[in-house]
């Protein structure tokens, strides 16, 4: 099974994040990757210049004639920036309720921009986080999402992961890469009381422009591909960890991974 995976995300012209992340993840892990975009974003390793907004009608009419004729067996979405994009992703979404949804909440560009407006944020919560199969937020996202600080890391994960459980998604992977410190972990919880925590090593390097975009798209991948959470869970980190590793130093900030780097090996 190929795995047809839909994405709906903003585009990255530095080719390092978003859409351009989520083709080339996509394709390196054997899916088919398809896409709606959600905005335009003037962006380097240096961080996003400008953004232009799609309208929903027309993210609507890239996903429903995508669904009608090519079909889906994986869902995806990035950087959705106004309720009324949210909202009309929801209502598509709601119609496809038995293909796996990978939500990664995405908030703030590498370079510190902001690329979730604030009245969106309940909009999210209340309307696409319930929908997720699986919802993938790094530390300040959850944070955000669940308006508190998270305390004591990482043994405040554990309880923060499930809080976010609580607002509706199946599964929850909160993801540590903005702990302090070499060591980190990553928290699978799901639905019926599964956890299990994923432990690495911080790799030694300041391009890491579009790990969660990757991450994200990676377990997309593997669920529309007929694997268990769990495995796409595992196949996505270990696949992230060497395009970090063999990343080409691109760009005078956060440069981006190499998608291609030993994906099969």
Known sequence: ????????????????????????TVTVLGGFAMTAITALTAQNTLGVHD??????????????????DLGVDAFKSGMLDRPEVIEAIAAVLMTSADIPYVLDPVMVA??????????????????????????????????????HTIIGRPDGMVAAAHDLLALGPRAVLLKGGHMDGDDLV????????????????????????????????????GLGQG????????????????????????????GPLDHAAGAFS
């Open 51 to 68: 953004v232009m907004p799609v309208s929903p009608e027309f993210i609507v009419a890239q996903m429903r004639c995508v669904m009608d």
């Open 227 to 254: 694997m268990t959470l769990r495995d796409a869970v595992v196949r996505a980190r270990t696949y992230v960890r060497k395009a970090i590793a063999a990343a080409p130093g691109y760009g005078a900030g956060a």
């Open 186 to 221: 990553d928290i699978l919880v799901e639905q019926g009381g599964r956890m299990e925590a994923f432990a690495g090593t911080r790799i030694p390097t300041r391009h890491t422009h579009g790990t969660g975009c990757t991450l994200a798209s990676a377990i997309a991948t």
């Open 1 to 24: 099974m190929r795995g047809r995976i839909l994405i709906m995300a903003g585009s990255d012209s530095g080719g390092g994040a978003g859409i351009q992340a989520d083709i080339k």
């Open 110 to 147: 590498k370079g510190g921009a902001a690329l979730l407006h604030d009245t969106a944020l309940t909009t999210l919560r209340d309307r696409l986080v319930p929908l997720a199969t699986v919802l993938t937020p790094n530390l300040p996202e959850a944070e955000a999402l669940l308006g």
